[in-house]
């Protein structure tokens, strides 16, 4: 059984930093891509940030570019994304993904975490 589970959300203020975890276990994690979206309040989920198999290849979105870093562990099984310089508008439920292939269409992503909130005061 497949399990993702994020943890590290909060509230925290403009300018801030969180740093977002992801445990996956029941699957081969070194196999897979990992990815993070968000959704917030009355719109759709979206792509945030995607990392290959082995780290080597990494994607964001314009929105977060130079502010949000995605990064893995194989050896502890744990995908993490470090965002600095907050936003109120990065205000969202956050959510990991794995997938075979390197995509950023959530479409493509076979298991997803519970996600976890990510607040943002003004």
């Known amino acids: 059984q497949v399990q993702l589970v994020e943890s590290g959300g909060g509230l925290v203020q403009a300018g801030g930093s969180l740093r977002l975890s992801c445990a996956a276990s029941?699957?081969?994690?070194?196999?897979?891509?990992m990815a993070w979206f968000r959704q917030a309040p009355g719109k759709e989920r979206e792509f945030v940030a995607v990392?290959?198999?082995?780290?080597?290849?990494?994607s964001y979105t314009n929105s977060v570019k130079g502010r949000f870093t995605i990064s893995r562990d194989n050896a502890k099984n744990t995908v993490y994304l470090q965002m600095n310089s907050l936003k109120p508008e990065d205000t969202a439920v956050y959510y990991c993904?794995?997938?075979?292939?390197?995509?950023?269409?959530?479409?493509?992503?076979?298991?997803w975490g519970q996600g976890t909130q990510v607040t943002v005061s003004s």
């Open positions: 993904a794995s997938a075979r292939g390197y995509y950023t269409s959530s479409n493509q992503y076979m298991y």
């Open positions: 990392i290959s198999w082995n780290g080597g290849t990494t």
């Open positions: 029941g699957l081969p994690f070194s196999n897979y891509s």
